[in-house]
């Protein structure tokens, strides 16, 4: 617990992708949704908790236009870095979103559980539209089909952290996505 900085980088075996790329990425990302959202249409971004916070606050300066914000909690892992296949809500959306365009930002799509159930809960809501934006992908790890209309990155069926993505609670302030070392994960295989 309590690691300082110097040691979360010791844990990092290779950064996947650094500082730089997320950010392009990310005004590029940005710029796809001023395209698709008509200045004068209500937008609403929905933050997936925890691991959306630190994408959200890039994306939202990044997004030259008007929108709000609200945050939902989710919860589909354990400490380990295998999904239960259980979601629940956490934490609820602080209004309704009856007849408002809905953004859910995500960190990472794995097997499509989390924002299967998500969009599906928001859906019965009747807002007027739902979409999807996810900074990570990783489809060879899909599970259901969901619909992203907007992804970050596509990456390999690796377990990584940084930029808001946590194992154990911890790595998510590192300000790149990393894959950590094979031994930090060694004592799981002990249990
Ligand atoms: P899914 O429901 O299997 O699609 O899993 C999505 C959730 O699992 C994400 O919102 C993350 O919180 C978590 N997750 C999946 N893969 C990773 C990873 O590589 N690192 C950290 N968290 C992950
Ligand atoms: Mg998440």
Redesign the pocket.
Known sequence: MNKSIRKLEDDVDYVLIDEQRLQARTEEIAHLMMADYKTEEDLLLIC?L???YIFLADLSRALGRSHEIDFMA?S??GAG?K?S?A?QIIMDLKSPIIDRNVLII????????????MRASLLARGPKSVRICSL?S?PS???VD?PVDYTGFE?PD????GYG???AEEYRNLPYIAVLKPEVFAHLNEE
């Open positions: 997936v925890k691991g959306g989710i589909s892992y870095t999904s296949g979601v995500e960190d990472i799509i794995d097997s499509g559980r989390t924002l299967q159930y990570l990783k790890r899909r599970e969901v990456i690796e377990f990584v952290v993505l946590d194992f």
